[in-house]
């Protein structure tokens, strides 16, 4: 049964977007290149599960999420397809995974080791991660890999069918750390080809370097912040190489407008103050529901017209300075098209001082998700 949405603020989620992205990335990509769309993070905060099926939908042939319950919240949605989970998990939810078909990221031999003590009905399928600059997770020396080979050579429970690594500066206009790592990758490739003569499917390109070098990817691309139609970088986004639409956008409604004289205050602290009569809407959403207060002074759109936020955003609440009266009901768009203007996720990121990753993820689930498909 569909929840019921009785405050006047929600995400809505362009599935059609979704699809574009996805289909223009194929086109770039060869024939022997496929896309893994990327769902951690609740789907960058638009909805793992809706996301996920779209993107099935749409050409990509996998998934990915960062935790063992985000992919498990894919299989009780009935979602089938292969689900690769990209962080470390404890050795005992292995026998969770393997139970589930879910294949997950290993990089130790102690884990290999701490595995193979458990029983499993269903072999577990698995994924190497090679540190080759990242500094987060991975083996990063021949060494550790001969280790890995020989541990994986002693259970047939264990299956490998993967091994992966993950760019530092693929979005960025020096490339010099970006073509270290290839070389890094590749020398490790050479020995791995020597120790291990089944196939696996190889994965090093995100957003950034499939967008940029697309020829250049191995079996699977994951396509993550450009699926959901946002640049990775600034100079990816100028480079054009690739046309996005953004899929997320963000809408309140008025439920309370006033004419305050001059002098009057606005907000907590009284930080804002009229400096003649002055009209303010009022918009049900705050820092309670990932609209930070340092959106202070950023802008909104009514009727295709940009108006700022006045006073200091409240956990539920946020003020506008207005040019008249309006209606109580009236559409506010925080993020997205109202006519003729267009407030981008880049724009409040930018406000913010952070990436557009960080803004689709902040708006939590508060604010309920509304899917369209046009």
Known sequence: MDKKIYRDTWVEVDLGAIEHNIKQMKRKLSNNSHVMAVVKADGYGHGSVQIAKKALESGA???????LEEALVLRDASIEAPILVLNWIPPEAAVVAAENNITVT???????????????????????????????????TESELRGLVYELNKNNNIHLTGLYTHFATADEMDLAYYNEQNRRFE???????????????????????????????????????????????????????IDL???????????????????????????????KSEWIGTIPIGYGDGWPRKLQGADVLIEGKRFPVVGRICMDQTMIQLDQAYPIGTKVTLIGRQED????????????????????????NRVPRVYKEN
């Open 61 to 67: 042939t996998y998934i990915a999420v960062a935790l």
């Open 106 to 140: 290993f990089f130790q031999e102690k884990w290999l080791q701490q595995v193979s003590e458990y029983n499993f009905k269903n072999k577990l399928m698995v994924h190497m991660k090679w540190d080759t600059g990242m500094g987060r997770v991975g083996i990063r």
């Open 187 to 241: 020398k490790l490739l050479h020995v791995f080809e020597q120790l291990w003569k089944e196939s696996v499917d190889i994965h090093t390109g995100n957003s950034a370097a499939s967008i940029r070098f697309p020829k250049e990817m191995y079996q699977y691309v994951r396509f993550g912040i450009s699926m959901y139609g946002l640049y990775p970088s600034s100079e990816v986004k100028k480079e054009k190489l």
């Open 245 to 275: 639409k953004q899929a997320l956008s963000l809408h309140s409604r008025l439920v309370h407008v006033k004419e305050i004289g001059e002098g009057e205050a606005v907000g907590y602290g009284a930080e804002f103050k009229t400096n």
């Open 341 to 364: 203007d267009f407030i981008e996720t880049d724009e409040i990121a930018h406000h913010l001082d952070t990436i557009n990753y960080e803004v689709v993820c902040m708006i939590n």
